[in-house]
T-cell receptor, first 112, second 110 residues
């Protein structure tokens, strides 16, 4: 089976812009979670979707949002980008809630 | 109460030696404890995981030891190899929300 794929792999934006990141889970997986990884804060949970519904949300501002489509693919959106949003954004999928999560390679976002 | 504390921050081991990384948690509701390995430029890859109903789980050279009463768990890498050089993260969860430790950078020298 193909692993979790994320697009784009690299992205450069300027402050104030918005960005959309995409994640395709492993075939058959219905749960998708998003994490932010930075050198200072480490790996932090953003949100989790299952069957197109957000089930869990981390402690991030409302500028961070996401959605899941009927084919389980997911997108996350960050509006009004700030310099501190520069990070590796990781998507993870699992067959259903409470199962092992498999991570994609991430999208490296740089905000200038 | 949601934190997972991981130590050491970095670890240098000679080839063939044992690498030991420790984690501690507070929230007794956690019921799933995975370890992930991450190489530069890659996403974390699941190494091994344990649930609190067992005290030890071994897969190849990797062993998790779990102490429920102390709320601690550790990763042991036996016969460490240069290819094991990576950053290792412990994590804990109740639902699909993984709470990660701060990571341990392991360097294995020949």
């Amino acid at each position: 089976k193909a692993g979790v794929t994320q697009t784009p792999r690299y992205l450069i934006k300027t402050r104030g812009q918005q960005v959309t990141l995409s994640c395709s889970p492993i075939s058959g997986h219905r749960s998708v979670s998003w994490y932010q990884q930075t050198p200072g804060q480490g790996l932090q949970f953003l949100f989790e979707y299952f069957s197109e519904t957000q089930r869990n949300k981390g402690n991030f501002p409302g500028r961070f949002s996401g959605r899941q489509f009927s084919n389980s693919r997911s997108e996350m959106n960050v509006s009004t980008l700030e310099l501190g949003d520069s990070a590796l954004y990781l998507c993870a999928s699992s067959p259903s809630m409470g199962n092992t999560q498999y991570f994609g390679p991430g999208t490296r976002l740089t905000v200038l | 109460q949601q934190q997972v504390k991981q130590s050491p921050q970095s670890l240098i081991v000679q080839k063939g030696g044992i690498s030991i990384i420790n984690c501690a948690y507070e929230n007794t509701a956690f019921d799933y404890f995975p370890w992930y390995q991450q190489f530069p430029g890659k996403g974390p890859a699941l190494l091994i995981a344990i649930r609190p109903d067992v005290s030890e789980k071994k897969e190849g050279r990797f062993t998790i030891s779990f102490n429920k009463s102390a709320k601690q768990f550790s990763l042991h890498i036996m016969d460490s190899q240069p290819g094991d050089s990576a950053t290792y993260f412990c994590a804990a969860s109740k639902t699909d929300k993984l709470i990660f430790g701060t990571g341990t950078r392991l360097q294995v020298f020949p």
